[in-house]
């Protein structure tokens, strides 16, 4: 088993740039949440897809951010435009089941930094 | 009030010690409770479910007390490899949504 696939590993971009994440689940799993984390802030939930629907989007901080599951093998974290501010370390998880018992499987991350 | 709350440390232990980290959350509809373990600058890694009745996985016991909604971890015979961030894991409703607690730090020193 691969585990969860994040790419890129690190992105260094310009404020006022478009910014792409992408993630391949675990095969057979299907919940898929984006997480973002800070030193001030820690693990935050961004939004969450079930079956390739995003359930829950509460947690995308602005309209700048959008997250797309187009299939049960890929996902995109986009922020246009970006900001100092989003710099930070974003993970992609996915889970077997979506009846709130399954653990997380994470990827690597994404360690963004906007400057 | 956070959803999930630990303290934050960092616990400061010899080897050998035993240490116990606490997690209270809000939400007393919570039904899946976890423990995650995170090193530096690397992705968090389950560490053990936390079940109703208690749960041990070697040097490793979790509680959940569901009247006062808190959840413990207990390390004992510290090791220096258990030097890490725990983060304390519970669902808000269905669909698993998993909220983090901010992580409490662990350093187990010679």
């Known amino acids: 088993d691969a585990g969860v696939i994040q790419s890129p590993r690190h992105e260094v971009t310009e404020m006022g740039q478009e910014v792409t994440l992408r993630c391949k689940p675990i095969s057979g799993h299907n919940s898929l949440f984006w997480y973002r984390q800070t030193m001030m802030r820690g693990l935050e939930l961004l939004i969450y897809?079930?079956?390739?629907?995003?359930?829950?989007d509460s947690g995308m901080p602005e309209d700048r951010f959008s997250a797309k599951m187009p299939n049960a093998s890929f996902s995109t974290l986009k922020i246009q435009p970006s900001e100092p501010r989003d710099s930070a370390v974003y993970f992609c998880?996915?889970?077997?089941?979506?009846?709130?018992?399954?653990?997380?499987?994470f990827g690597n991350g994404t360690r963004l930094t906007v400057t | 009030r956070k959803e999930v709350e630990q303290d934050p440390g960092p616990f400061n232990v010899p080897e050998g010690a035993t240490v116990a980290f606490n997690c209270t959350y809000s939400n007393s509809a919570s039904q899946s409770f976890f423990w995650y373990r995170q090193d530096c600058r690397k992705e968090p890694k389950l560490l053990m479910s936390v079940y109703s009745s208690g749960n041990e996985d070697g040097r490793f016991t979790a509680q959940l007390n569901r009247a006062s909604q808190y959840i413990s971890l207990l390390i004992r015979d510290s090791k220096l490899s258990d030097s890490a961030t725990y983060l304390c894991v519970v669902n808000l409703g269905g669909y698993n949504k998993l909220i983090f607690g901010a992580g409490t730090r662990l350093a187990v020193h010679p």
């Open positions: 998880a996915s889970s077997p089941a979506g009846t709130g018992t399954s653990p997380l499987h």
């Open positions: 897809f079930n079956n390739n629907v995003p359930i829950d």
